[in-house]
């Protein structure tokens, strides 16, 4: 018997090229969801720094200045830091609750970003239920940090995770009541629906006009789901020294810290995708609208343009949640928990009435 090479051969480059467009495929899947994770950490980076010169404004001091030009190498001079110093784990405590907690915590949090429509179809995945899976995404946060506060075998530590779940808790249904009433208005669960429908009716069919109520009550709950003052209660500095991340140090703190950071933007993000039309600038008798409007059409200028937008948008509610931070008090945990259970509750619950009631009467 006796074997033709030549078919050997072209056998042999047939399957390797297989395997070639295999490998291809893959990494084409992966690309995206790896500029998406380099543009964050970009963000989070460029918060940081934000946030830190806001704070010197506000507090009439010198902001960091030394680390790169204005000080903008300072949050990557930092987690350097962090990077290289020790992981100290607690003797008696629980290791694999103690090092599983902060990933929980940040994963849950990076995967929301994949339903965020950052200008027209610019979107990792367009799902049909993108709000509820962010909300029941971001709901496993809490564990982790619960998870964390217990296998730290700390009293404040454990105290800080059970206000965090608590807290979670208490203004999550707020939230959630809130998004409903946009799904509601935009008969759609979908992110790029809700942006959609917003854009139909240009500047005055954002939903902030519609829903008046329920921004406010979205803005204070999201203020609340980042653990920003004046709700953070979980790492209060005064009471529980620095609360789930009390016995954490290096990169495992790091991470929390970052953590905070990413909830704060992906909360930004979702206030201007429910309620400020997304990556839309309708401004009436503005040529620029229009000028904006014409662009869309041509490729990557288009989408760079929404994305100026989106992001110029959430980068307001940073500077609002950054100079909230320095201006008001800490509440205390009756008044945190009266105010989500009490009042937010019962003014969603009744915007969400009237939503319904309002597109009954419309049919």
Same mark, same amino acid.
């Given at each position: 018997? +006796?074997?033709?090479?030549?078919?050997?051969?072209?056998?042999?480059?047939?399957?390797?090229?297989?395997?070639? $467009?295999?490998?291809? %495929?893959?990494?084409?899947?992966?690309?995206?969801?790896?500029?998406?994770?380099?543009?964050?950490?970009?963000?989070?980076?460029?918060?940081?720094?934000?946030?830190?010169?806001?704070?010197?404004?506000?507090?009439?001091?010198?902001?960091?200045?030394?680390?790169?030009?204005?000080?903008?190498?300072?949050?990557?001079?930092?987690?350097? $830091?962090?990077?290289?110093?020790?992981?100290?784990?607690?003797?008696?405590?629980?290791?694999?609750?103690?090092?599983?907690?902060?990933?929980?915590?940040?994963?849950?949090?990076?995967?929301? *970003?994949?339903?965020?429509?950052?200008?027209?179809?610019?979107?990792?995945?367009?799902?049909?239920?993108?709000?509820?899976?962010?909300? &029941?995404?971001?709901?496993?946060?809490?564990?982790?940090?619960?998870?964390?506060?217990?296998?730290?075998?700390?009293?404040?530590?454990?105290? %800080?995770?059970?206000?965090?779940?608590?807290?979670?808790?208490?203004?999550?249904?707020?939230?959630?009541?809130?998004?409903?009433?946009?799904?509601?208005?935009?008969?759609?669960?979908?992110?790029?629906?809700?942006?959609?429908?917003?854009?139909?009716?240009?500047?005055?069919?954002?939903?902030?006009?519609? @829903?008046?109520?329920?921004?406010?009550?979205?803005?204070?709950?999201?203020? &609340?789901?980042?653990?920003?003052?004046?709700?953070?209660?979980?790492?209060?500095?005064?009471?529980?020294?620095?609360?789930?991340?009390?016995?954490?140090?290096?990169?495992?703190?790091?991470?929390?810290?970052?953590?905070?950071?990413?909830?704060?933007?992906?909360?930004?993000?979702?206030?201007?995708?429910?309620?400020?039309?997304?990556?839309?600038?309708?401004?009436? *008798?503005?040529?620029?609208?229009?000028?904006?409007?014409?662009?869309?059409?041509?490729?990557?200028?288009?989408?760079?343009?929404?994305?100026?937008?989106?992001?110029? $948008?959430?980068?307001?509610?940073?500077?609002?949640?950054?100079?909230?931070?320095?201006?008001?008090? +800490?509440?205390?945990?009756?008044?945190?928990?009266?105010?989500?259970?009490?009042?937010?509750?019962?003014?969603?619950?009744?915007?969400?009435?009237?939503?319904?009631?309002? @597109?009954?009467?419309?049919?």
């Amino acid at each position: 018997m +006796r074997i033709d090479t030549t078919e050997v051969q072209d056998i042999n480059s047939f399957s390797g090229l297989e395997s070639f $467009k295999e490998v291809y %495929g893959i990494l084409w899947i992966l690309v995206p969801i790896l500029i998406l994770i380099l543009g964050i950490t970009i963000s989070v980076l460029a918060i940081v720094w934000l946030e830190r010169e806001i704070s010197a404004g506000v507090q009439q001091r010198i902001g960091p200045e030394y680390a790169g030009p204005f000080g903008i190498l300072q949050a990557l001079a930092d987690g350097t $830091k962090l990077l290289f110093k020790e992981n100290l784990i607690p003797s008696r405590g629980d290791i694999r609750l103690f090092s599983i907690g902060p990933s929980i915590s940040i994963i849950s949090i990076l995967i929301s *970003y994949s339903v965020i429509p950052f200008g027209y179809n610019f979107v990792l995945s367009d799902f049909k239920i993108g709000v509820f899976l962010w909300i &029941a995404i971001s709901s496993i946060a809490p564990i982790g940090l619960l998870m964390s506060g217990y296998g730290s075998n700390n009293k404040y530590s454990f105290l %800080g995770g059970l206000r965090a779940a608590a807290q979670s808790i208490s203004y999550e249904i707020p939230l959630t009541l809130c998004v409903l009433s946009i799904s509601l208005l935009s008969n759609s669960l979908s992110t790029v629906d809700i942006v959609d429908a917003q854009a139909k009716y240009g500047f005055w069919g954002w939903n902030l006009w519609r @829903q008046p109520m329920g921004f406010i009550v979205f803005l204070i709950s999201s203020l &609340a789901e980042c653990e920003r003052l004046p709700f953070d209660l979980p790492e209060a500095e005064e009471e529980l020294v620095a609360g789930y991340q009390t016995e954490y140090s290096g990169i495992r703190f790091g991470l929390f810290y970052v953590a905070s950071y990413l909830n704060l933007l992906i909360s930004s993000l979702f206030v201007t995708v429910l309620y400020l039309g997304g990556s839309n600038i309708s401004i009436p *008798y503005i040529f620029v609208s229009e000028f904006f409007e014409i662009n869309k059409t041509y490729g990557v200028f288009g989408t760079t343009i929404d994305l100026f937008i989106t992001l110029a $948008k959430s980068y307001f509610f940073l500077f609002v949640s950054i100079i909230t931070r320095w201006s008001l008090p +800490r509440l205390r945990m009756d008044q945190l928990l009266n105010l989500g259970w009490k009042f937010l509750l019962p003014i969603s619950l009744g915007n969400l009435l009237l939503t319904t009631s309002s @597109q009954l009467f419309s049919l």
